[in-house]
């Protein structure tokens, strides 16, 4: 008569299987059976694949899970990150004459716009240079301030957007140059 070594004993660490005339452990889902083949070991899933998660994988006991950086949540899917929008949320610490811009994983407070001598504010993002003033002879007519949103995973090179120039003026000629902003060199103009 075949003993059932499973429940007079039970050698294994987690569960036995009988078989006739010995037994078998297995192991439950995310831990593997040990040379011994008695003991079962945490599995580390999260050493098997980078692509497990979008940021970060921690593995724990019998299993594994996701986490995201500062400024995103985790989604539905367990193991995707999505960046928080706080200027949506409300979720910002502006003053109310700033306007809040989200960026990836977190916020700034674009404080508005001033225009500086000989330029005179028009609206909220431009400053005109009245022409009847001597100061603005060889200045640009206006100066228009843009705020835009670059979204990550674009393919580059790709045009951002597209400026033209009006012959308003009989002799006019136009100078279109990054002023500032391009230290690394990743935008160009053409």
């Known amino acids: 008569?075949?003993?059932?070594?499973?429940?007079?004993?039970?050698?294994?660490?987690?569960?036995?299987?009988?078989?006739?005339?010995s037994f078998l452990c297995r192991c439950e889902p995310g831990y593997e059976l040990e040379a011994d083949g008695v003991n079962c070991s945490d599995m580390d899933e999260?050493?098997?694949?980078?692509?497990?998660?979008?940021?970060?994988?921690?593995?724990?006991?019998g299993s594994y899970y996701c986490v995201c950086p500062s400024g995103y949540n985790l989604l539905d899917d367990s193991r995707s990150c999505q960046d928080i929008n706080e200027c949506e949320t409300r979720n910002f610490t502006c003053t109310p004459q700033q306007t809040c811009f989200?960026?990836?994983?977190?916020?700034?407070?674009?404080?508005?716009v001033r225009c500086e001598d000989p330029y005179i504010q028009i609206n909220e993002n431009r400053c005109m240079c009245p022409a009847e003033n001597p100061g603005c002879r060889d200045q640009p007519f206006t100066v228009?301030?843009?705020?835009?949103?670059?979204v990550s995973g674009r393919s580059v090179p790709s045009d951002i957007f597209q400026m033209q120039?009006?012959?308003?003026?009989?002799?006019?000629?136009?100078?279109?140059q990054i002023k500032s902003g391009n230290e690394g060199r990743e935008f160009y103009m053409r």
């Open 1 to 21: 008569v075949d003993v059932n070594e499973c429940t007079s004993e039970n050698p294994c660490t987690q569960t036995c299987v009988n078989t006739y005339g």
């Open 46 to 61: 999260c050493s098997f694949s980078e692509f497990l998660c979008q940021h970060e994988c921690v593995n724990g006991p």
């Open 102 to 112: 989200n960026i990836p994983g977190e916020y700034k407070c674009l404080d508005p």
């Open 144 to 150: 228009l301030y843009r705020v835009m949103d670059m």
């Open 165 to 176: 120039a009006t012959t308003r003026y009989p002799g006019a000629y136009y100078i279109f």
